[in-house]
């Protein structure tokens, strides 16, 4: 009997938005139609396909990780996306939070500082027709001061302390949602609103350190 790995997907799928999203408290219905219409298996590496929609991080070579479906999801709710923002995501990866960010937003520039990695996730990306992700191989530290401000900045890897760079091509009424902090880190959520900052810690959280510099 032939094997229908699209099927089989689908309903894996189905089970990881039910079991690991809305159980655990995500209702933001956009997020959860976004990720429940994306394959991720798409975004992971072929001998981890079966485990596509465990909720845990997968290995996706050069020592990083596509992050955990619920930890996409409750950052990509905390975003509060309304359609038409600005986005800037540090630390594309795989390119899957990307993918979601590009559903969920107006346009989107992710930054990765490591050049296979960026060069991978900008083919599956335009493969998938996400043609409002610009992938950038470069140090998220530095941003990106020309095309600043953003409604939204979305880290995905942790610095020690958010840089005040980032913070100062956040826009104002914007929202920066990071993992911030070293041995433990933390969710953290910055509202910038006439100027002032206001932050919430939202849960612990364990993602690959924010490194400096863009290698090759
Ligand atoms: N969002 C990704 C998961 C990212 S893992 C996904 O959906 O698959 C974190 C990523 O951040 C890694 O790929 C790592 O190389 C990248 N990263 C770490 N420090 C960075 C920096 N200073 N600038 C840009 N990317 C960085």
């Known amino acids: 009997m032939k094997i229908d790995k699209d099927k089989i997907m689908k309903e894996q799928r189905e089970w990881m938005i039910k ?40 290995p996706i070579g050069h020592s990083q990780t596509i992050s955990q479906p619920y ?15 600005k986005v800037m995501e540090i630390g594309c990866g795989s390119g899957y939070q990307a993918a979601i960010l590009s559903a969920l937003a107006g346009n989107v520039f992710s930054l990765e500082r490591i050049k296979p990695l960026a060069e ?18 470069s140090d998220g530290f530095d941003g990106l001061p020309h095309e600043a401000p953003f409604d939204v900045i979305l880290l995905t890897a942790a610095p020690e302390s958010i840089p005040q760079t980032l913070i100062d091509q956040l826009a104002d009424g ?4 990071a993992p911030e902090g070293n041995t433990v880190q933390q969710l953290v959520r910055i ?22 510099g863009a290698g090759s």
């Open 19 to 58: 079991e690991h999203l809305i159980a655990r408290g995500i209702s933001d219905k956009k997020v959860l139609e976004v990720m429940g219409n994306l394959a991720r298996e798409k975004f992971v590496p072929s001998k981890y396909m079966v485990d596509s929609y465990g909720d845990h991080p997968i």
């Open 71 to 85: 930890i996409v999801a409750l950052m990509s709710e905390l975003c509060e996306f309304k359609g038409d923002e």
């Open 120 to 137: 991978n996730a900008a083919l599956i990306l335009e493969e998938l027709g996400c043609s409002n992700v610009k992938v950038i191989h």
């Open 174 to 177: 914007g929202r920066l949602v």
């Open 191 to 212: 509202r910038k609103k006439s100027g002032k900052l206001n932050s919430e810690t939202i849960t612990y959280v364990s993602f690959v350190p924010m490194l400096k």
